[in-house]
């Protein structure tokens, strides 16, 4: 079982930056490949990126790329995403989730995530 506690959403003006981060409870957590995902209102849960479970590999929505970085630090079971350039329609609550793999070629598919978090608010005012 992996519990996953997201944290560093908030309210930001156009062109700022947030940093969120997923903390991860569980030994296993070097084991699985992270994603984050987010779902504005009265819109699907979409991807926004995702990274192998060695962190050498990650993965890009094509709205978010060049604007956000992804990393983790398995030594502190923590995964993160860097946000840039924020813009209106990012606004979202944003989560992170854990796959069943360890591999980057299923970090798209939200059917491969084992474990959820419960989810951090960003707002982007323009």
């Known amino acids: 079982q992996v519990q996953l506690v997201e944290s560093g959403g908030g309210l930001v003006q156009a062109g700022g930056s947030l940093r969120l981060s997923c903390a991860a409870s569980?030994?296993?957590?070097?084991?699985?490949?992270m994603g984050w995902f987010r779902q504005a209102p009265g819109k699907e849960r979409e991807f926004v990126t995702g990274?192998?479970?060695?962190?050498?590999?990650?993965d890009y929505s094509d709205s978010v790329k060049g604007r956000f970085t992804i990393s983790r630090d398995n030594a502190k079971n923590t995964v993160y995403l860097q946000m840039n350039s924020l813009k209106p329609e990012d606004t979202a609550v944003y989560y992170c989730?854990?796959?069943?793999?360890?591999?980057?070629?299923?970090?798209?598919?939200?059917?491969?995530?084992?474990?959820w978090g419960q989810g951090t608010q960003v707002t982007v005012s323009s």
């Open positions: 989730a854990a796959n069943r793999s360890p591999y980057i070629t299923t970090v798209r598919t939200p059917t491969s995530y084992a474990y």
């Open positions: 569980g030994r296993t957590f070097s084991a699985y490949a």
């Open positions: 990274i192998s479970s060695s962190g050498r590999n990650t």
